[in-house]
């Protein structure tokens, strides 16, 4: 029971995280008649979403059923890691959670879930913005990883892989999208910024502006 409590923990971490994402995509198609690209409008971007959306699907579920019905279905028992384990990584997954709706807001109205080569959003370098390129994929790196730790399965460590490497992938999209949008703001924002670490903890405006 107690290693189960951790994966129960995380479940709600992760399902609140996503709930929190679908209604800010059903805000902004309420706000703009746009889905904030739930759906991308580029070819790629509805591709890649084949693949990540259904594991995210599973980084809900596998917590849940980890959590209710231990040892039930191959793939999903995890490795008893140390029972202190489990719970510092849930506790790093809800401050990621708490972090990332900061972020979140700090978005605002510039907050996308991909690329629309037709539209132009606002270029946000303040708040976690001035330190961090991409803190909210950072952060979901982050409690990916934490995921990890607390369910150390096949299933998840498959699915946060996949989750990872989707996300290191799509900052790397967005950078080439947002070079073309926002030209030398956006180049010299990129050299004096770190993408998913802080190269200083001067902020950006103060560093290199």
């Given at each position: 029971?107690?290693?189960?409590?951790?994966?129960?923990?995380?479940?709600?971490?992760?399902?609140?995280?996503?709930?929190?994402?679908?209604?800010?995509?059903?805000?902004?198609?309420?706000?703009?008649?746009?889905?904030?690209?739930?759906?991308?409008?580029?070819?790629?971007?509805?591709?890649?979403?084949?693949?990540?959306?259904p594991a995210v699907i599973?980084?809900?579920?596998?917590?849940?059923?980890?959590?209710?019905?231990?040892?039930?279905?191959?793939?999903?028992?995890?490795?008893?890691?140390?029972?202190?384990?489990?719970?510092?990584?849930?506790?790093?997954?809800?401050?990621?959670?708490?972090?990332?709706?900061?972020?979140?807001?700090?978005?605002?109205?510039?907050?996308?879930?991909?690329?629309?080569?037709?539209?132009?959003?606002?270029?946000?370098?303040?708040?976690?913005?001035?330190?961090?390129?991409?803190?909210?994929?950072?952060?979901?790196?982050?409690?990916?990883?934490?995921?990890?730790?607390?369910?150390?399965?096949?299933?998840?460590?498959?699915?946060?892989?996949?989750?990872?490497?989707?996300?290191?992938?799509?900052?790397?999209?967005?950078?080439?999208?947002?070079?073309?949008?926002?030209?030398?703001?956006?180049?010299?924002?990129?050299?004096?910024?770190?993408?998913?670490?802080?190269?200083?903890?001067?902020?950006?405006?103060?560093?290199?502006?």
């Open positions: 029971m107690p290693h189960q409590l951790p994966a129960l923990l995380l479940g709600i971490i992760v399902t609140v995280y996503w709930a929190r994402v679908l209604k800010m995509v059903v805000k902004q198609r309420r706000r703009t008649g746009r889905d904030a690209n739930f759906v991308p409008r580029e070819t790629l971007g509805r591709t890649l979403r084949i693949i990540w959306y599973l980084w809900i579920i596998i917590p849940f059923v980890a959590a209710l019905w231990p040892g039930r279905i191959p793939g999903l028992n995890p490795y008893r890691l140390p029972i202190a384990f489990p719970w510092i990584a849930a506790f790093i997954a809800a401050a990621c959670l708490i972090l990332t709706w900061i972020c979140w807001r700090k978005m605002g109205r510039s907050w996308r879930m991909g690329i629309d080569p037709d539209e132009k959003t606002q270029l946000i370098v303040s708040g976690p913005y001035a330190y961090v390129r991409h803190p909210i994929y950072a952060l979901q790196i982050l409690l990916a990883l934490a995921s990890m730790v607390v369910i150390l399965s096949f299933a998840m460590v498959v699915t946060c892989g996949i989750i990872i490497i989707f996300l290191y992938w799509e900052a790397r999209r967005e950078e080439e999208y947002l070079l073309r949008l926002h030209g030398e703001i956006y180049g010299s924002y990129k050299n004096c910024v770190g993408g998913f670490f802080p190269r200083s903890f001067v902020p950006y405006r103060t560093a290199c502006v």
